[in-house]
């Protein structure tokens, strides 16, 4: 391409710089150097505009905040950055979760039940279910039919059968005692409606996430081959996801790796990672198995197709 300077040597200045800059506009068309100028010039021709599309021509931005918010608000749900859907958000569970959610907070959780029960917070609610176990049993009377008397929370009363000593005295005595424990551990509680809260919206995301998968988990067909031999045939592109909770972590976390076929199923993602180095670097790769065999398999005897030259010839029609 002749240079600017060199060019307003040989046609007027202001042509000169007309014409480059046209070059330079052009070169940002991708792939415009495989076009002709005839195709270019056709293309130019037929090319379509935004011409009575009012709403798109007024556009001052590529994308509309409203636009923008709608996707984000209904698809951008997912526990990573700006929303991003993990993998671990529809199947987390038996990993533990996103950034372990379910063995982090199930794991608080228990602590502060633990440490509330050494501190003997629960004695009057475990003393209050104790009774109902009693009344279950017969111990203070047949349950269905009754008299239920001498329970331990009211032992001077009697009542027609043990639905009615649920009513009147379990059930408002079970959670008068929950109430103390509340009242009396504000700090506990405040971490624990923290912690099951998570584990709730964990769950309801998930569960989300596999309808929006189109996985129902109601009508699953279980030993299927072809959902078997797929997911063989897509580990090694599995193992190129490294990404946090993606595909590679979650199949080395679910992956029994003291068995050969845990451990294959490692190897056949690092040989998934390895072909991309390979690719990158420009080396070829020879040791594809091929997806038909060297050899012919044995063919089976089919119908013959073919007739003599006499049965032919017998078939002409006069």
Do not use: H
Not at 281 to 303: E, F, M, R, Y
Not at 309 to 317: C, F, G, K, L, P
């Amino acid at each position: 391409m002749i240079a600017y300077d060199r060019l307003k040597t040989i046609i007027p200045a202001d042509l000169a710089l007309a014409n480059k800059a046209l070059q330079v506009s052009l070169q940002q068309i991708k792939g415009i150097d495989q076009s002709t100028l005839p195709q270019l010039g056709e293309a130019f021709k037929t090319i379509q505009t935004n011409a009575n599309l009012p709403a798109i021509n007024a556009l001052t931005q590529p994308i509309p905040s409203s636009t923008a918010n709608f996707y984000t608000d209904n698809y951008a749900t997912g526990s990573g950055p700006n929303g991003t859907l993990y993998l671990t958000d529809a199947i987390g569970f038996p990993v533990g979760g996103t950034s372990n959610v379910y063995a982090d907070s199930v794991s608080n959780v228990f602590t502060i039940m633990n440490t509330l029960s050494r501190a003997n917070k629960f004695n009057p609610l475990i003393s209050t279910y104790v009774v109902m176990q009693n009344v279950n049993a017969g111990v203070y009377g047949p349950p269905k039919t009754g008299p239920i008397a001498n329970v331990p929370l009211a032992p001077m009363t009697s009542y027609a059968n043990a639905t009615v000593c649920y009513t009147t005295l379990l059930i408002p005595a079970a959670r008068a005692n929950a109430i103390s424990v509340i009242s009396a551990n504000p700090s506990a509680v405040a971490n624990l409606n923290v912690e099951t809260t998570y584990l709730a919206q964990s769950v309801v995301m998930e569960v989300t996430g596999l309808y929006d998968g189109g996985l129902d988990l109601f009508n699953i067909q279980s030993g299927g081959r072809m959902v078997i031999t797929s997911f063989v045939q897509s580990i090694a592109e599995y193992g190129k996801d490294t990404t946090v909770d993606g595909p590679a972590w979650y199949l080395e976390q679910v992956t029994d790796i003291s068995e050969l076929s845990g451990q294959s199923v490692i190897a056949v993602m690092r040989e998934g990672r390895n072909a991309d180095i390979l690719s990158t670097a420009g080396l070829l790769q020879d040791t594809k198995v091929p997806d038909n065999p060297q050899s012919i398999p044995p063919q089976a005897t089919l119908i013959p197709s073919t007739i003599s030259a006499s049965d032919a010839a017998n078939a002409v029609v006069q």
